[in-house]
């Protein structure tokens, strides 16, 4: 899958994913009406809405981008309901052709994260079938419990030829408190970036591991950094847009080659139409707002990556 990742972002110059993070206030009032008539003001209803949201951003910009990255706790704070419009949205953009990006930031002892592996990346024995389940492409994986909780996910990605993100430095202001925290003289990020490049290095792809990293676009000194630390990890990099972090910022976090990251924005893209300057599509045209903040995102990060050749 990182060589179809590679291949997606060369053939469409896009190194971009949208995020599908849909909350209830960014479903334009016609989705919401529409879902409340069929299912009532319920955990169904909300489901039906967000899947409803959804599909529009996904018909408008599939053509554009090489992966999608749904956030899945904006599924599950919706409970069953919220994790089958999750599941509907993962498969249709299989059937758009997308990668997707299942952000779930799991990880856990050994047994467990094997579970959670099976469950999003895996395939699971029931009786005597085997059978697909969430079957995201990718997983975002959280390091904290260290190798044993991230091996299971290096062994489904192996035969599964999927892939994971592992959180190296998080975008969010307090990120620091922990990351940032120097141990014999170095920052723990660091020190995980440098187990990243381990882990990945026996999960090669043709030019990438499939053990990449995630790195907030909005510490650009440290994805500098992080980028020599993991040269062969690829890096999907939140934080773009919404959170503040700028294009020219994100110049470092690719290589040479002019691959090596991907750049996520979800509420840039998925709310375009509720903000200035895509206000003008109107809520009936989210998709076409999404559209249009997808292409000016492309432009804008290919635009610093020239300038900088
Ligand atoms: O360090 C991290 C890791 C993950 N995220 C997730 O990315 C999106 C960002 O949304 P925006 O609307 O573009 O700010 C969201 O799903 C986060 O949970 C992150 O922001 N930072």
């Given at each position: 899958?990182?060589?179809?990742?590679?291949?997606?972002?060369?053939?469409?110059?896009?190194?971009?994913?949208?995020?599908?993070?849909?909350?209830?206030?960014?479903?334009?009032?016609?989705?919401?009406?529409?879902?409340?008539?069929?299912?009532?003001?319920?955990?169904?209803?909300?489901?039906?809405?967000?899947?409803?949201?959804?599909?529009?951003?996904?018909?408008?910009?599939?053509?554009?981008?090489?992966?999608?990255?749904?956030?899945?706790?904006?599924?599950?704070?919706?409970?069953?309901?919220?994790?089958?419009?999750?599941?509907?949205?993962?498969?249709?953009?299989?059937?758009?052709?997308?990668?997707?990006?299942?952000?779930?930031k799991?990880g856990?002892?050994?047994?467990?994260?094997?579970?959670?592996?099976?469950?999003?990346?895996?395939?699971?024995?029931?009786?005597?079938?085997?059978?697909?389940?969430?079957?995201?492409?990718?997983?975002?994986?959280n390091p904290y419990l260290g190798?044993?909780?991230?091996?299971?996910?290096?062994?489904?990605?192996?035969?599964?030829?999927?892939?994971?993100?592992i959180l190296v430095k998080t975008s969010n202001p307090s990120s620091g408190e922990f990351q940032d925290r120097l141990m014999?003289?170095r920052p723990l990020y660091e020190w995980v970036g440098?187990k990243?490049?381990?882990?990945?290095?026996?999960?090669?792809?043709?030019?990438?591991?499939?053990?990449?990293?995630v790195?907030g676009?909005?510490y650009?000194?440290m994805?500098?950094?992080?980028?020599?630390?993991?040269?062969?990890?690829?890096?999907?990099?939140?934080?773009?847009?919404?959170?503040?972090?700028?294009?020219?910022?994100?110049?470092?976090?690719?290589?040479?080659?002019?691959?090596?990251?991907?750049?996520?924005?979800?509420?840039?893209?998925?709310?375009?139409?509720?903000?200035?300057?895509?206000?003008?599509?109107?809520?009936?045209?989210?998709?076409?707002?999404?559209?249009?903040?997808?292409?000016?995102?492309?432009?804008?990060?290919?635009?610093?990556?020239?300038?900088?050749?």
């Open positions: 899958m990182i060589n179809k990742l590679c291949e997606k972002i060369k053939k469409l110059g896009a190194p971009v994913v949208a995020g599908l993070d849909p909350m209830l206030s960014y479903v334009p009032e016609h989705i919401l009406k529409r879902s409340f008539e069929e299912y009532g003001e319920t955990l169904k209803g909300a489901a039906d809405a967000i899947w409803q949201f959804n599909k529009g951003i996904v018909d408008s910009v599939c053509d554009l981008i090489p992966a999608v990255k749904p956030q899945i706790a904006m599924y599950e704070q919706f409970g069953v309901e919220g994790m089958e419009a999750y599941k509907k949205t993962v498969d249709y953009c299989h059937e758009k052709d997308l990668i997707v990006i299942g952000d779930v799991r856990d002892i050994g047994s467990t994260s094997a579970a959670y592996a099976t469950g999003h990346l895996g395939r699971v024995q029931v009786g005597n079938t085997v059978q697909k389940v969430f079957d995201e492409d990718f997983a975002t994986v190798t044993d909780g991230i091996k299971p996910f290096v062994d489904v990605c192996k035969e599964e030829k999927k892939g994971i993100f014999d003289g440098e990243v490049a381990q882990w990945g290095e026996a999960c090669m792809g043709d030019s990438y591991s499939y053990v990449g990293a790195v676009a909005t650009p000194e994805g500098k950094v992080l980028r020599k630390v993991m040269p062969k990890s690829f890096i999907l990099v939140p934080g773009y847009g919404a959170q503040g972090g700028k294009a020219a910022d994100l110049v470092p976090y690719f290589n040479e080659d002019g691959l090596g990251a991907i750049v996520n924005s979800s509420r840039g893209i998925i709310a375009a139409y509720k903000k200035e300057p895509y206000a003008k599509f109107g809520a009936e045209n989210f998709g076409e707002a999404s559209r249009q903040a997808v292409l000016d995102m492309i432009a804008d990060i290919n635009g610093a990556l020239q300038a900088h050749i």
